[in-house]
């Protein structure tokens, strides 16, 4: 099992940039891929970027060019790096684990409000 905790999220202006940061509470080394997630009121939960093991990295459209997830596997931590803010990325982000195909792990998530 793996305990997962959002940070990072607030309100930004239009074109601003934000850092979320996923702190896992054991060594991420191992887990099969870390993504983050988000959820906008009244829309699905959608994938918004991944990273595998191995540091591949898989993006959804409307966030390439924009927003870049790392990994630092030594502080167990993921990020997702958001630059040129929009208000539609505006939704609450989750970061979850991959393990044995299936997102079964989630953190409580971090709000992400972009609003002039």
């Known amino acids: 099992q793996v305990q997962l905790v959002e940070s990072g999220g607030g309100l930004v202006q239009p074109g601003g940039s934000l850092r979320l940061s996923c702190a896992a509470s054991r060594s991420i080394f191992s887990i099969d891929a870390m993504g983050w997630f988000r959820q906008a009121p009244g829309k699905q939960r959608e994938l918004v970027a991944s990273?595998?093991?191995?540091?591949?990295?898989t993006y959804a459209n409307s966030v390439k060019g924009r927003f870049t997830i790392s990994r630092n596997n030594a502080e167990n931590t993921v990020y997702l790096q958001m630059h040129s803010l929009k208000p539609e990325d505006t939704a609450v982000y989750y970061c979850?684990?991959?393990?044995?195909?299936?997102?079964?792990?989630w953190g409580q998530g971090t709000q992400v409000t972009v609003s002039s």
């Open positions: 979850s684990a991959l393990t044995t195909g299936q997102w079964g792990y």
């Open positions: 990273i595998t093991r191995g540091g591949g990295t």
